[in-house]
């Protein structure tokens, strides 16, 4: 059983496209997150939900929206892809109430923009 | 707003030989601290975390680190590496009062030579 799995695990589109990459967790944590990895390993947070509540927004173009139905599943839909969208996009999950939980990061979602 | 960095951007070493990757970070408050480990091609995975008590945590694998609060420090040590111990690793800093944001270093990649 994968806690924490996103899909697709690759995707090859072409700018100007809308994708949707998709997480869930079932390690019964309230609170999930997006992160972005580039092609120099840096990890940016770029969002998080604690119960479908949005509670992080980082300086991230609008063109991204992420979506939490309830809080197992958190997707991430980009709009009109660009060049610069090429990266890994981890998905996380904590339990906030104790504060000291780390991250269950899922495998990664590759997405490249030709 | 707190911050992270890892001195270290790209360390090579011979197997046996010792470990210590740098992390400091930028917070006055209670900070809880973790590194991660990301092995080519996959997820990141905690090794170990310190939040509150004894400041020498010792975590996967071997790996242990020494919080130094006068130093807003949190290095990695391992006595002895092994050539499965190529990665990328990270330090990661949240703000102890509830804070959900985790924030990450720039990750130092760790080559050992068989």
């Known amino acids: 059983d994968t806690a924490v799995s996103q899909t697709p695990k690759y995707l090859v589109t072409q700018m100007g496209n809308d994708k949707s990459i998709k997480c869930e967790q079932n390690?019964?944590?309230?609170?999930m997150y997006w992160y972005k990895q580039d092609s120099k390993k840096f990890l940016k947070i770029m969002f998080s939900?604690?119960?479908?509540?949005?509670?992080i927004n980082e300086t991230v173009p609008n063109r991204f929206s992420p979506k939490s139905p309830d809080k197992a599943h958190l997707n991430l839909h980009i709009n009109s892809l660009e060049l610069g969208d090429s990266a890994v996009y981890f998905c996380?999950?904590?339990?906030?109430?104790?504060?000291?939980?780390?991250?269950?990061f899922g495998e990664g979602s590759r997405l490249t923009v030709l | 707003a707190q911050s992270v960095s890892q001195h270290n951007h790209h360390v090579i070493l011979s197997e046996a030989a010792s470990l210590e990757l740098g992390c400091n970070y930028s917070?006055?408050?209670?900070?809880?601290l973790f590194w991660y480990v990301q092995y080519p091609g996959q997820h990141l995975q905690l090794l170990l975390k310190?939040?509150?008590?004894?400041?020498l945590v010792k975590g996967i694998k071997g790996f242990e680190a020494e919080f130094i609060k006068s130093k807003f420090s949190f290095n990695l040590r391992k006595p002895s590496v092994q050539w499965s111990d190529t990665a990328e690793y990270f330090c990661?800093?949240?703000?102890?009062?509830?804070?959900?944001?985790?924030?990450f270093g720039k990750g130092t990649r760790l080559h050992i030579l068989p």
């Open positions: 939900y604690n119960n479908k509540e949005l509670i």
């Open positions: 390690l019964g944590h309230d609170t």
């Open positions: 990661a800093v949240n703000a102890g009062n509830r804070d959900d944001k985790i924030i």
């Open positions: 310190y939040f509150s008590g004894d400041p």
């Open positions: 917070y006055g408050g209670t900070v809880n």
């Open positions: 996380a999950s904590r339990k906030r109430e104790s504060n000291t939980g780390e991250l269950f």
